[in-house]
């Protein structure tokens, strides 16, 4: 079935750094592609997606383009800020649910 | 329009005893999904709801029940609550199953004792 992999980190940055989270996907077809961001102490929010191959999702400064060569869906920010710090999700839909790798917690220091 | 809600936030059990844990779905979601999350690890698929009727469930042994209601409320029960049953449980609400991506509650923190 579809499933992802992520980079597991943990993940630290001074402020301003660049970001880069890799994803890659094993997936019947095309299926739509996420990431969602879990701040401390709340659920998951989606952070963005895309729906087919090629497309490129982007949401606050961060984006990820469905690769379908390489099979994968890397998040990316220019410049991170101290308010990025969280834990970081790529997903994929299965039959009847979502997804998820194990996460990436991301902490960025001033 | 209002987004997914939890109830309670958080939560103490004994071991052995049961708990009921509530969702309401964002309006005009159809669907809802509950998940577990240990401490430090990405959400499990515990079992999904649409329209009333249950429609796919992850690996959770039966004392792990749920209900949806005619509002697409829902309710997570767990039965003979053990120790490894601590977690944070999430309720996810969407339209027409999981391809156009889910909204998730806050969460209800588990703790059994």
């Known amino acids: 079935g579809n499933s992802v992999t992520q980079m597991e980190g943990p993940v630290t940055l001074s402020e301003e750094a660049f970001l880069t989270i890799n994803c890659t996907y094993t997936a019947t077809g095309y299926p739509s592609l996420f990431w969602y961001v879990q701040y401390p102490g709340e659920g998951l929010q989606l952070l963005l997606k895309a729906t087919k191959a090629d497309d490129k999702g982007s949401n606050k400064g961060f984006e990820a383009t469905y690769r379908k060569e390489t099979t994968s869906f890397h998040l990316e920010k220019g410049s991170v800020q101290v308010s990025d710090s969280a834990v970081y999700f790529c997903a994929v839909p299965g039959n009847n649910d979502m997804r998820f790798g194990a996460g990436t917690r991301l902490t960025v220091k001033p | 329009e209002t987004g997914v809600t939890q109830s309670p936030t958080h939560l103490i059990k004994t071991r052995g005893q049961q708990v009921t844990l509530r969702c309401s779905s964002q309006?005009?979601?159809?669907?809802v999904s509950w998940y577990q999350q240990a401490l430090g690890q990405g959400p499990q698929f515990i079992f999904q709801?649409?329209?009333?009727?249950?429609?796919g469930r992850g690996n959770f042994p039966p004392r792990f029940s749920g209900l949806q209601f005619p509002n697409y409320s829902s309710e997570l029960n767990v039965n003979a609550l053990e120790l490894d049953d601590s977690a944070l449980y999430l309720c996810?609400?969407?339209?027409?199953?999981?391809?156009?991506?889910?909204?998730f509650g806050s969460g209800t923190r588990l703790t059994v004792v």
């Open positions: 709801y649409y329209r009333e009727e249950e429609n």
């Open positions: 309006s005009g979601h159809n669907t």
């Open positions: 996810a609400s969407s339209l027409a199953g999981s391809v156009y991506g889910y909204t």
